[in-house]
């Protein structure tokens, strides 16, 4: 079992930002002079996570060339190259399952794509849900233009529901337990492809999902025009 305490998924083809992403991978696209990768990276400095697994795929050579082994604030960088290994992304769950020999028995997840500056990945959340029980804590979002209906519902006592009136919207950063990948082997050798919204639905259904609501700026970077907002 791996060590680090982070994973920042970086994967992706990023289709509807084309043409920015035909030359550039997504996490590398720059919001106010910072690539959005970076913007987690540091935050995950200043919480003295200095472990974090990075996977690629499309364009993923440009980001081990941007950051090579680390940064200077001193995370240390681990890629999973899924483009490399199997010519392509394995989804949410199959790159999680690539990664876990690199993990440690709790994580945080958070996707390169999204810009959330203010975010920060306290020790201390870390750390409680590490004590409790649960396979998955999710950070949630108010529903934005682009999801009007949200992901998931939220419980009075904090857990995560399938189903529900009122939904809020996935920010995409979460709190893992490797058991949540339980069903992949270790590894993913063979490469599977697999989303990770199922695993999530399946464990909700059985209580062992936990949310809150995160009130700070948040954008999932998805088209140019999003990307173009967040720089004018």
């Known amino acids: 079992m791996g060590t680090a305490?982070?994973?920042?998924?970086?994967?992706?083809?990023?289709?509807?930002m084309r043409p920015l992403t035909d030359t550039t991978p997504k996490p590398l696209l720059p919001v106010r002079g910072k690539p959005l990768l970076e913007y987690h990276l540091d935050a995950f400095a200043r919480a003295g996570f200095r472990e974090v697994v990075v996977n690629t795929a499309w364009l993923g050579e440009q980001i081990e060339q941007r950051y090579g082994p680390g940064t200077a604030q001193g995370v240390r960088i681990a890629y999973s190259h899924e483009g490399r290994d199997f010519g392509g992304a394995l989804e949410t769950a199959g790159g999680i399952a690539r990664a876990l020999p690199l993990l440690a028995e709790v994580f945080w997840?958070?996707?390169?794509?999204?810009?959330?500056?203010?975010?920060?990945?306290?020790?201390a959340a870390y750390e409680r849900f590490a004590a409790g029980g649960r396979l998955a804590h999710l950070f949630l979002?108010?529903?934005?233009?682009?999801?009007?209906?949200?992901?998931?519902?939220?419980?009075?006592?904090?857990?995560?529901?399938?189903?529900?009136?009122?939904?809020?919207?996935?920010?995409?950063?979460?709190?893992?337990?490797?058991?949540?990948?339980?069903a992949l082997p270790s590894g993913n050798p063979q490469g599977r492809k697999l989303a990770l919204a199922p695993l999530l639905r399946a464990a909700m259904d059985r209580g062992e999902v936990s949310?809150?609501?995160?009130?700070?700026?948040?954008?999932?970077?998805?088209?140019?025009?999003?990307?173009?907002q967040l720089n004018a």
């Not at 305490?5 to 083809?13: F, H, S, T, V, Y």
């Not at 970077?221 to 173009?228: F, I, K």
């Open 109 to 123: 997840l958070v996707a390169g794509d999204v810009f959330m500056p203010q975010f920060e990945f306290t020790r």
């Open 141 to 182: 979002v108010p529903n934005p233009p682009h999801n009007p209906k949200g992901d998931f519902g939220l419980a009075p006592g904090g857990l995560a529901l399938n189903q529900a009136e009122v939904r809020y919207t996935y920010s995409t950063t979460a709190l893992l337990r490797r058991e949540l990948l339980a």
């Open 211 to 228: 949310a809150e609501l995160y009130p700070g700026p948040w954008v999932d970077v998805g088209t140019p025009e999003r990307l173009a």
């Open 5 to 16: 305490q982070a994973m920042i998924l970086a994967a992706g083809r990023g289709e509807r």
